[in-house]
């Protein structure tokens, strides 16, 4: 095996080696270009993120996955509804409706903490062949939303489980044009 031999100087310091030396300072010079090309990267992915750079720019690598909501599933989408955006102007108006909904449906609009109401086109394919809950296809509707309305507390002698939920929902769906009820569902 060979050895080297190191002389030192007259301080007592060894030499530096100008090969060691050099590729030090090249080691320095590309761990320096990644941090800088890391914090580059890191940077863009930030501002698709927060939408500062459009989606057409192209420059991602990576593709970043697309918000996706972590709600469940909606009650309606569950019941087999859809909605979609009416573009003729309704018949009835929104306070008409509200006044339908609410005789159709007192308890719940007395009870309801909130109240909300939306102009939709309703898709819902009809599970019974009967005419009361036959399948809709794009009719223009009212959605009456009464929200929150509470529970009657269940018999403890008959189910001694509580019951989880203390509230559920209605919704109501009006024919915008006559009036008519189309559609109620709790959830």
């Given at each position: ?66 918000h996706t909501p972590t709600a469940t599933v909606s009650p309606l989408t ?43 086109l309703l898709n819902y394919a009809g599970t019974h062949p009967s005419t ?16 929150q309305i509470p529970l009657a507390p269940g018999d403890p002698s008959a ?29």
């Amino acid at each position: 095996m060979k050895s080297r031999r190191v002389t030192r100087s007259a301080g007592g310091k060894v030499p530096k080696n100008s090969t060691s030396s050099q590729s030090h300072r090249i080691g320095k010079a590309v761990g320096g270009a990644l941090i800088v090309f890391a914090c580059l990267w890191l940077g863009l992915l930030l501002l698709f993120r927060l939408g500062v750079i459009g989606g057409a720019a192209g420059l991602l690598l990576l593709p970043l996955p697309a918000h996706t909501p972590t709600a469940t599933v909606s009650p309606l989408t569950a019941a087999g509804i859809s909605l979609g955006r009416p573009t003729q102007a309704p018949a009835l108006t929104q306070q008409q409706a509200l006044l339908i909904a609410s005789q159709l449906e007192p308890d719940a609009a007395t009870q309801a903490t909130k109240t909300s109401v939306r102009y939709v086109l309703l898709n819902y394919a009809g599970t019974h062949p009967s005419t009361a809950h036959a399948g809709f296809s794009n009719v223009a509707a009212w959605m009456i939303i009464y929200q929150q309305i509470p529970l009657a507390p269940g018999d403890p002698s008959a189910d001694p489980t509580p019951f989880p939920q203390t509230h559920h929902d209605l919704y109501v769906f009006l024919d915008a044009h006559s009036g008519t009820e189309l559609l109620a569902i709790w959830v």
